[in-house]
């Protein structure tokens, strides 16, 4: 307990100031995150009409793929400058670029004449969602007060999560309204160019909100702005002895040189231990195959012999599961911490897709004209299938989900935050895209293998938690050291 903690634990005007404070944090954590409800709104909007815009410009699998993973190019070179640019104009100006490209690529994406520029709209889209990745989760680590730092980082992940389902549930509507995503809806335009172009609304709204919110604390002591610091620490945070709170943030940020990406670099394989524990925790959140399940769910279901409709409406069911859990999560996340929760969801994620892919094992094969192969499943294995998958998206949401953004938003130091932020965030993108890019290739040598692929390194993230992710609960921003040596979650020395 801090010694802030302390003086409102023993006084009851002090407890109740500090309620009325979290609620204010609280506001401005859901602005910032947001970000995240863009972020699964756009990345996950692709699912309902991927189908159709497949059969408009009539694409193969390996340009399918790539039509609907592009935006990831976008998100990782967003995620790769955000960080640098928010150290020199600020958090709440990069939540407005973002804004402002969300928007774009909303109107350009659903108004594509061609493959080509659709792919364009959608990577000016990812350079949005990359920065608000960074952004959001650095941000709300940075105004939180560490006792519910891990709840308030969580919001990224259910905003991520919401947006999801928010996309899904538009994409059956205006399918259901137009009676299919390649029929004509409105404006002579079809259902799933409207499924683009509804972006547009949380765009603007993100946009909004981010000009009503406070600008980070740590950034304005960065900055030299200590006054403007001190009112966001003592009308939003909770903070009593402001003084000796900004003194500590001007000590973490201490160096002869400004933050950059130089100060990443360390003596093993050019990046500082820290920083390769950030890398890899995004790469494995992503190389489980957890985005398949959101981009390719439609298609999966429909092989599973469901209609369209009843397909999407699978979807949505599927995202509402990952929203409950994802909750779960952010009631348990500052009560057990975050290792345990990681290494529960890494062994249930490596069991249920082990179970999909032996249900993929019975799967029947159908080669349409175009020389492309259908696998389709019939009774129990459907079933198990089905089970299973749902199983996963559990897993996946109350653990890797909102943990790893959590982590990634407070296990790196002050003075690197928003940069070592931006590397792993990018490498996640690297990784999201990667996956998703090679799921159709995959799925043509048959999804068997692929689920066995993503079990396989489920696995693997069992021991890299076990072994490399030390627990940040409880901790504050300013005691994190980008030189610590990790065994077994445990810092044991530095290096």
Not at 22 to 31: C, D, F, P, R, T
Not at 140 to 147: D, T
Not at 466 to 488: A, N, Q, W
Request: charged fraction near 15%.
């Amino acid at each position: 307990m801090t010694s802030n903690d302390a003086g409102a634990a023993g006084d009851p005007r002090a407890q109740a100031q500090a309620k009325r404070l979290n609620k204010k944090v609280i506001g401005i954590s859901l602005a910032a995150a947001l970000g995240g409800f863009l972020f699964g709104f756009d990345t996950a909007v692709i699912n309902g009409a991927v189908d159709s815009l497949s059969e408009t410009f009539e694409l193969n699998a390996a340009i399918t793929g790539f039509a609907v993973s592009s935006a990831l190019i976008g998100c990782a070179v967003g995620a790769w400058f955000a960080g640098p640019v928010a150290n020199k104009i600020g958090r709440i100006k990069v939540m407005l670029i973002a804004s402002a490209l969300f928007f774009v690529s909303a109107f350009g994406s659903g108004l594509a004449f061609s493959v080509v520029d659709l792919i364009l709209w959608r990577v000016i889209g990812g350079l949005g969602i990359g920065a608000a990745s960074v952004i959001a989760p650095a941000y709300i680590a940075e105004v939180s007060p560490a006792r519910i730092r891990g709840r308030l980082g969580s919001l990224q992940q259910l905003a991520i999560v919401t947006g999801i389902f928010a996309s899904l549930l538009t994409d059956a509507a205006l399918a259901g309204a137009a009676g299919g995503a390649s029929n004509v809806l409105w404006l002579g335009q079809e259902a799933w160019r409207w499924m683009f172009m509804a972006a547009a609304v949380p765009a603007v709204a993100y946009g909004l909100f981010a000009l009503r919110i406070p600008e980070s604390p740590r950034y304005l002591v960065a900055k030299g702005e200590t006054k403007k610091a001190a009112e966001v620490l003592r009308e939003f945070t909770g903070v009593q002895d402001v003084d000796h709170k900004i003194a500590d943030i001007e000590n973490s940020l201490k160096s002869d040189t400004k933050a950059s990406l130089k100060d990443l670099r360390g003596k093993r394989l050019g990046l500082k231990p820290i920083v390769w524990v950030g890398i890899l925790l995004s790469v494995f959140q992503q190389f489980v195959g957890i985005n398949v399940i959101f981009y390719y769910s439609t298609t999966l279901w429909r092989s599973v012999g469901f209609s369209e409709d009843d397909a999407l409406l699978t979807s949505v069911i599927t995202s509402v599961t990952n929203i409950v859990v994802t909750i779960v999560a952010i009631l348990l996340i500052d009560r057990i911490g975050r290792r345990i929760l990681l290494l529960a969801g890494s062994t249930g994620m490596f069991v249920s897709l082990g179970m999909m892919a032996v249900a993929f094992t019975q799967a029947t094969m159908t080669t349409a004209s175009d020389g492309t192969s259908t696998a389709s499943l019939d009774g129990a294995w459907a079933t198990v299938a089905l089970i299973a998958a749902n199983a996963f998206v559990v897993f996946f949401g109350a653990s890797w989900g909102p943990v790893v953004w959590v982590l990634l938003g407070e296990m790196f130091p002050n003075r690197i935050r928003a940069s070592a932020l931006a590397v792993a965030a990018a490498a996640q993108w690297v990784a999201n895209f990667a996956i998703s890019t090679s799921f159709p290739v995959l799925a043509d040598i048959g999804l068997s293998f692929a689920y066995a692929f993503y079990a396989f390194f489920a696995l693997l993230s069992l021991f890299f938690v076990f072994y490399k992710i030390p627990e940040t609960r409880g901790k504050e921003l300013e005691d994190m050291r980008d030189d610590f040596v990790i065994k077994r979650g445990h810092i044991v020395e530095s290096a």
